[in-house]
């Protein structure tokens, strides 16, 4: 027969109980520690985000229509902005400098860089255009007579001075000379519509054209580096919506983004709908609806 004194018995019953509160107190601890703010706050921060996305466009009158096979990107900067990175990245062509180089003379030059104008048609160009200018400016005079001397509805004021009287006269012929161009300013002041056909006789001269296609092409250089940043450097996400005008974009770290179509636009009748609008994507699942409420129309900015 084994006995056991009582003093062991003691110790080893109570090595036991310690034992046991240790391990139930540590299960205690870490259940606490996962229901406090500072555990949950601990979980969310390591759980990716869902972003489902419905989008519907409404044509006048109608009733909203799912936008079906729309890419919508997700960005870590508003399209907008993105643009006017893009646009800053790219130099401004200089009006100036394209005038100083054309083959023109030195007054139409002047009267260019005046007035900001290198299209020599147009509106505007007529309204620009002063009777001291139709004489001063070569080829502005050139064009007027050409499109106006031979009109017999236009009553030119026409020259007096004679070329005898040049030499013999001087006095004379300088007077004639002032009162036909006196005449003449005052006639072109009273006849505004007898600048309007000048463009047809500066067709061959005018670099209006080529001045467009200079920030036509700038523009378009613009555009490709916009499209470039966004899908690229900002994209976080992107996805295509399916027949009923859904999509997701899963395992995304929250925080802010902007939910983006770029250029293409959602159409349903008259509607053409686009969309940069910023959104807040949370731990877990999160959902937007885009529609012609928080879209942009076609024309707007």
């Known amino acids: 027969m084994i006995r056991f004194s009582r003093r062991s018995i003691r110790r080893k019953h109570s090595s036991s109980f310690c034992g046991v509160s240790l391990a139930a107190l540590a299960l205690v601890l870490s259940f606490a520690l996962s229901m406090s703010p500072r555990g949950n706050a601990q979980q969310t921060a390591g759980q990716a985000g869902l972003l489902e996305i419905s989008a519907r466009v409404s044509p006048s009158g109608g009733h909203p229509e799912p936008a079906r096979g729309l ?31 054309l083959e023109l003379s030195p007054q139409l030059k002047a009267w260019m860089v005046k007035h ?86 500066l067709e061959e001269k005018d670099p209006g054209h080529r001045w467009k296609k200079i920030l036509a092409d700038r523009n378009a250089r613009v555009h490709r580096h916009a499209l470039e940043l966004a899908q690229v450097q900002y994209l976080a996400g992107q996805t295509d919506t399916d027949l009923e005008g859904h ?26 709908i686009r969309w940069d609008l910023p959104v807040h994507v949370s731990a877990g699942r999160s959902a937007v609806d885009l529609s012609n409420v928080n879209g942009m129309e076609r024309g707007s900015h």
């Open 71 to 101: 890419t919508v990107y997700l960005l870590r900067k508003s399209y907008d902005a993105i643009q006017k990175e893009a646009d800053a990245a790219e130099p401004l062509p200089k009006m100036d400098d394209f005038i100083a180089g």
């Open 116 to 201: 900001q104008i290198v299209e020599l048609s147009g509106p505007k160009f007529p309204k620009a255009i002063s009777p001291d200018d139709v004489l001063d400016i070569p080829e502005f005079k050139e064009a007027y007579m050409n499109r106006n001397a031979g009109d017999r509805t236009v009553n030119l004021p026409q020259p007096k001075a004679r070329e005898s009287d040049k030499q013999k006269h001087p006095e004379k012929y300088q007077q004639a000379v002032q009162d036909y161009l006196t005449a003449f300013k005052l006639f072109v002041a009273a006849n505004p519509d007898t600048l309007s056909t000048m463009y047809i006789a």
């Open 247 to 272: 999509g997701r974009i899963d395992r995304l770290t929250p925080g802010d983004y902007w939910l983006s179509t770029l250029d293409s636009e959602a159409i349903a009748g008259d509607a053409y």
